[in-house]
């Protein structure tokens, strides 16, 4: 079976993360915390959410405030993401790699049913064999979605021929507890220095994802 791609959506195809740090500082402002710098911001940055706001606080959040903090969050984000575009050459790496007879799907911890209108206005919900979003509460960890994805492609993919490309930690987690590879891009939520510890490939362009992508699982 040839390599099957799964794609993480924010701040890996879709490059967003201006939209992010200001939907996020926005959050902060909401518990008194100080704004930060997008570098400031992927330094710190941690998955589950609550443990970047531990980290903030120097104390997990209350009930009050965390909500308080998922609402602010998504509700500026909604608006500064409309503005946002996919990550350069990322179109083309899908219409490629769909058109070298190779599969692919998408996963996102976005909202489900706001992922969907976003992904088909690209235009791009053809590219997938499947696309799934967050139908659970916001701040968890992907590694669950991602064991019900592969579940829901069934016989189509094989986890060890699976690769996920993704930007944060989290992402990598996920793949090695779902038995796939993953291979971890560093224009997104985390620095280099916050995702290599995590032991798999590290790479500064997608390009460079996709053809590892295709090294490592055949």
């Not at 791609?5 to 915390?33: K, Q, R, Y």
């Given at each position: 079976?040839?390599?099957?791609?799964?794609?993480?959506?924010?701040?890996?195809?879709?490059?967003?993360?201006?939209?992010?740090?200001?939907?996020?500082?926005?959050?902060?402002?909401?518990?008194?915390?100080?704004?930060?710098?997008?570098?400031?911001?992927?330094?710190?940055?941690?998955?589950?959410?609550?443990?970047?706001?531990?980290?903030?606080?120097?104390?997990?959040?209350?009930?009050?405030?965390?909500?308080?903090?998922?609402?602010?969050?998504?509700?500026?984000?909604?608006?500064l993401s409309a503005v946002?575009?996919?990550?350069?050459?990322?179109?083309?790496?899908?219409?490629?790699?769909?058109?070298?007879?190779?599969?692919?799907?998408?996963?996102?911890?976005?909202?489900?049913?706001?992922?969907?209108?976003?992904?088909?206005g690209f235009g791009l919900?053809?590219?997938?064999?499947?696309?799934?979003?967050?139908?659970?509460?916001?701040?968890?960890?992907?590694?669950?979605?991602?064991?019900?994805?592969?579940?829901?492609?069934?016989?189509?993919?094989?986890?060890?021929?699976?690769?996920?490309?993704?930007?944060?930690?989290?992402?990598?987690?996920?793949?090695?507890?779902?038995?796939?590879?993953?291979?971890?891009?560093?224009?997104?939520?985390?620095?280099?220095?916050?995702?290599?510890?995590?032991?798999?490939?590290?790479?500064?362009?997608?390009?460079?994802?996709?053809?590892?992508?295709?090294?490592?699982?055949?």
């Open positions: 079976m040839r390599t099957h791609i799964v794609w993480d959506w924010n701040g890996t195809l879709f490059h967003d993360m201006e939209a992010v740090l200001g939907a996020s500082n926005a959050a902060f402002a909401t518990i008194g915390v100080a704004p930060m710098t997008l570098q400031e911001y992927r330094e710190q940055y941690e998955i589950p959410i609550p443990r970047f706001y531990q980290r903030l606080l120097g104390r997990l959040p209350s009930e009050a405030e965390w909500l308080r903090l998922d609402e602010a969050f998504h509700d500026h984000y909604h608006q946002c575009g996919l990550t350069d050459g990322a179109r083309e790496l899908l219409d490629g790699w769909r058109a070298a007879g190779r599969s692919q799907s998408l996963l996102s911890m976005y909202e489900h049913d706001r992922l969907l209108p976003v992904v088909e919900t053809g590219q997938f064999l499947r696309v799934d979003g967050r139908s659970g509460p916001a701040g968890g960890q992907k590694a669950e979605y991602l064991v019900r994805h592969l579940a829901a492609l069934g016989t189509q993919v094989d986890p060890a021929c699976t690769v996920l490309i993704g930007d944060a930690a989290d992402d990598a987690l996920a793949a090695l507890e779902a038995g796939a590879h993953a291979v971890l891009y560093t224009g997104g939520s985390h620095t280099r220095e916050k995702l290599e510890p995590v032991g798999v490939p590290v790479v500064d362009s997608l390009a460079e994802a996709v053809e590892l992508a295709g090294r490592i699982a055949g």
